[in-house]
């Protein structure tokens, strides 16, 4: 299971290193959000947007998800490549793992990218004291996001209208996870927080990051199957 995980995820990474086209959409479309939220919001030089961080941060991050997860399956479906795949000894959950794998680590080259110039624009205070406790939020929430998007643009990609029905599916069900991240990171960068205080954010992340992992594992087989 190890080395067919391997070797999926290895596929994905350098079939999108070799054409880059789900990154720089990615990229693009972060960098855009990043520079119209800083002229939309900061028409006063002296106003502190802190408090509106981590709304604008995850908000970004999750219609960025969404351009990758339609880019990536839609790679898939169109090309055959899936059938294929399909047709190698290789439990479909291992398939799941590695295309979460996979979403997971584009959207952190993204944010490792986009969060140093969203700190430039939108946050007065340093945050480096809280960098680790930040990066456990980025962590937990991406996990989530991706796991959560990756079974239901399996889901979708089989659909004629598969573009519009991810985001209707997806957006509802990953606002839990936007609440928690959104609160936790704005609390980070406004005023600062130790562990204790986002603990039970950090804790909610958690379950749900494990109760979409157990989802996808009971249903994976089906859904990709159909």
Not at 18 to 38: D, G, K, Y
């Amino acid at each position: 299971m190890g080395r067919q995980f391997l070797a999926i995820l290895r596929k994905d990474l350098i079939r999108e290193l070799r054409t880059r086209e789900m990154l720089v959409s990615m990229f693009l479309f972060v960098m855009l959000a990043l520079v119209i939220f800083h002229y939309a919001f900061g028409v006063d030089d002296e106003a502190d947007l802190t408090s509106l961080t981590g709304g604008m941060l995850w908000v970004t991050f999750v219609f960025a998800v969404l351009l990758g997860l339609n880019r990536s399956f839609a790679q898939e479906k169109d090309e055959q490549c899936l059938d294929g795949l399909l047709l190698c000894p290789v439990d479909r959950v291992t398939i799941f793992l590695a295309k979460a794998a996979g979403n997971l680590v584009f959207l952190l080259i993204i944010q490792a990218v986009s969060v140093p110039v969203f700190t430039l624009f939108f946050v007065e205070r340093s945050y480096l004291p809280d960098l680790g406790l930040f990066i456990l939020v980025l962590l937990l929430a991406d996990l989530g996001i991706c796991t959560l998007g990756t079974l239901l643009a399996t889901i979708s990609m089989n659909t004629r209208a598969r573009d519009l029905l991810l985001p209707i599916v997806f957006l509802p069900l990953i606002v839990p996870v936007l609440i928690a991240a959104t609160s936790a990171t704005t609390a980070i960068f406004a005023e600062g927080a130790d562990l204790g205080a986002l603990l039970g954010r950090l804790g909610f992340l958690a379950a749900f990051d494990a109760v979409f992992l157990v989802a996808a594992y009971g249903t994976y087989d089906f859904a990709i199957g159909e």
